[in-house]
T-cell receptor
């Protein structure tokens, strides 16, 4: 069965520091891969997605993610974190179009001024 | 991207009553809609998948008689929480796919509080 792991439950970084959030998935083939962000009490916002092609994906708000097939990973990065980036981040996979999305457990990001 | 709306955004009800939540795809035809539930400080868990005009497919452990899902048209799916109890209090999020889009589009969520 498909599964998504995010090893870091909570991360704290200083404003201006770089950020990397880890995501690993378990699936026989390469699924569609997503990163979402959720602020407290709010819905999901899509940061970026990978379907195929270039393994380095650019997203909104200065985020990028790199797909590494050999490691079954899709880590999210940002070179310089802003206080407004504090939120919950979810990695997600989808087997094919129109299939269900499986979410990882989430990583809570805190930003120190 | 495409837009998915949910109504209401927030609802408070008494224990034992039923609550209906609507999910609409505003600018595309959604052949498939999904319902998720999110408890505080937890991830989203898929409850069911619904295809227009057919019965919903429920995930293991989700009571189909308690969470009634109707997907009567290509732009509307409803989730009815029947005889709601405090443990049903949660954040319910729908998503929709179709219309040639590769990805799903998520609604803003509905916060249900059962007193």
């Amino acid at each position: 069965a498909q599964s998504v792991t995010q090893p870091d439950i909570h991360i704290t970084v200083s404003e201006g520091a770089s950020l990397e959030l880890r995501c690993n998935y378990s699936y026989g083939a390469t699924p569609y891969l997503f990163w979402y962000v959720q602020s407290p009490g709010q819905g999901l916002q899509l940061l970026l997605k990978y379907f195929s092609g270039d393994t380095l994906v650019q997203g909104i708000k200065g985020f990028e993610a790199e797909f590494k097939r050999s490691q079954s990973s899709f880590n999210l990065r940002k070179p310089s974190v802003h206080w407004s980036d504090a939120a919950e981040y979810f990695c997600a996979v989808e087997r094919t179009s129109y299939d269900k999305v499986i979410f990882g457990p989430g990583t809570s990001l805190s930003v120190i001024p | 991207g495409a837009v998915v709306s949910q109504h209401p955004s927030r609802v408070i009800c008494k224990s034992g009553t039923s609550v209906k939540i609507e999910c609409r795809s505003l600018d595309f035809q959604a052949t498939t809609m999904f319902w998720y539930r999110q408890f505080p400080k937890q991830s989203l868990m898929l409850m069911a998948t619904s295809n227009e005009g057919s019965k919903a497919t429920y995930e293991q452990g989700v009571e189909k008689d308690k969470f009634l899902i109707n997907h009567a048209s290509l732009t509307l799916s409803t989730l009815t929480v029947t005889s709601a109890h405090p443990e049903d209090s949660s954040f319910y999020i729908c998503s929709a796919s179709g219309g040639g889009h590769n990805e799903q589009f998520f609604g803003p969520g509905t916060r249900l509080t059962v007193l």
